[in-house]
């Protein structure tokens, strides 16, 4: 979920301009220094072909060294440039408390299209050994990438080889998994949930449960006590809520309206119901936030409904309000809308749109490749795909590779941004 005013995507500064080129003076200091000028056997008047074809050889192999140079020298600034992610990322491995430690070398990586290009590999150790493998990450060399997606692509992977280590290990303590709940590092920073907030978590579990019970699924229950409110000011992630698999515990932000607090626990409950490595993380958001966005429109509890009215009534008197880049506050995804405690217009909305649009073209696409065959729409792919995920169930996995090629699958897990994630399934 995002506060569209107050949002900001996670920079990693500084970054270089890798895209200068080798000029021509560059090109003759470097072929000067070889005794040796690229126009020197062309500036005669009638040279023989012997003499040519020495002038083009020349040529060519100046030219190569250049360029060789220039890559060479646009590596080096890069590496650097990668040192400084590194380091970013341990520094929010640290900060977060994941099981890892992340380190970097260079590697040559095979795209699709069969061309070798020169790429870096995020090494993460796995800090306390046990059932967990050490694994690896490449990175493309682009601008456009470090400077936007990094950090969110650091915490998508690393979350997905957290459900993937933790998966079906449960906490000591408590009958129903998930452990006595009680952690040293939260004192002082949680608050008591609120009757309202309590109705809301129970409510949440009756919604799920109402969706395992289609799927032919036993009940689940996300215990009150596994979800801890924190105070704003003990706040430090960029999500408004997380669910922590090794924990099995959901922390959310102190929300201004239970419409956002109900959005928040429902999806990170359904992140408790769901193995999340099923599908490539940044589809299992997309998947769990669709399913979220679902239940909170069709949701007419009269305490949300309470804030939906009010809501309303914040964007109907000011439906003209612009946000920092001059456009619309408000828009189809905004859910919530209120002035806050300084007279400032604030907007949350769903979030993960990005993930949503690759969600619903693969969606799409499944449907016009299966003919009608055994989905007949949208919704219906959605619907099996979250079974699979509650079921922990490949074969609708295996279905979508059976339609798309056997790798098809693999190509969505190796997509390194949203955006990567949307040219991934168009190509498909």
């Not at 046990?130 to 969110?152: C, H, N, P, R, V």
């Not at 907030?197 to 969706?211: F, G, M, P, S, Y």
């Not at 032919?216 to 409110?229: Q, W």
């Not at 929300?255 to 408790?272: D, G, K, Q």
């Amino acid at each position: 979920m995002e506060e569209m005013n107050n949002s900001q995507t996670p920079r990693i500064e500084g970054g270089p301009d890798t895209s200068a080129k080798f000029d021509q003076n560059d090109l003759q200091e470097v072929q000067a220094g070889e005794g040796k000028h690229v126009d020197a056997e062309l500036e005669r008047d009638e040279p023989d072909e012997v003499s040519r074809e020495v002038s083009y050889d020349q040529d060519n192999t100046n030219l190569e060294k250049a360029a060789e140079i220039e890559r060479q020298e646009s590596l080096d600034v890069t590496r650097m440039w990668y040192e400084r992610a590194c380091d970013q990322a341990q520094s929010y491995i640290d900060a977060h408390g994941y099981l890892y430690d992340v380190s970097y070398y260079d590697a040559e990586v095979k795209l699709d299209n069969g061309e070798v290009t020169e790429s870096l590999v995020l090494r993460f150790s796995h800090r306390t050994g046990g059932t967990a493998k050490d694994w690896t990450m490449s990175i493309k060399m682009t601008d456009e990438y470090l400077d936007d997606q990094f950090e969110t692509v650091i915490e998508h992977v690393i979350l997905s080889k957290n459900f993937e280590t933790e998966i079906d290990e449960r906490s000591e303590g408590g009958d129903d998994g998930f452990g006595e709940q009680e952690f040293e590092e939260l004192k002082g920073k949680d608050r008591d949930k609120t009757g309202e907030e309590l109705a809301l978590l129970k409510q949440t579990n009756e919604d799920i449960n109402r969706l395992r019970t289609e799927y032919g699924l036993s009940e689940f229950i996300v215990p009150e006590r596994a979800v801890h409110v924190i105070k704003q000011e003990h706040w430090v992630l960029n999500e408004k809520a997380i669910y922590n698999p090794r924990l099995k515990g959901i922390g959310i932000r102190e929300t201004p309206a239970n419409i956002v607090f109900y959005a928040l626990a429902t999806h990170e409950s359904l992140h408790a119901n769901v193995n999340n490595y099923l599908l490539p993380i940044m589809l299992t958001e997309a998947l769990v936030e669709a399913t979220t966005i679902e239940m909170v429109r069709n949701q007419r509890n009269a305490t949300i409904d309470r804030d939906r009215k009010n809501a309303n009534a914040v964007m109907w008197q000011h439906e003209d309000a612009l946000n920092e880049y001059g456009d619309p506050l408000y828009s189809e995804e905004t859910y919530y809308a209120y002035v806050d405690d300084v007279g400032q217009l604030r907007s949350i909305e769903f979030g993960y749109q990005l993930e949503r649009d690759a969600l619903q073209m693969l969606l799409k696409k499944v449907v016009e490749r299966d003919g009608g065959v055994r989905f007949k729409d949208e919704k219906e792919v959605q619907k099996e795909l979250l079974h699979a995920l509650m079921a922990d169930d490949p074969s609708m996995l295996n279905f979508i590779n059976d339609l798309f090629g056997s790798d098809a699958m693999d190509k969505l897990q190796f997509a390194q941004s949203a955006r990567d994630l949307l040219r991934i399934v168009a190509e498909l």
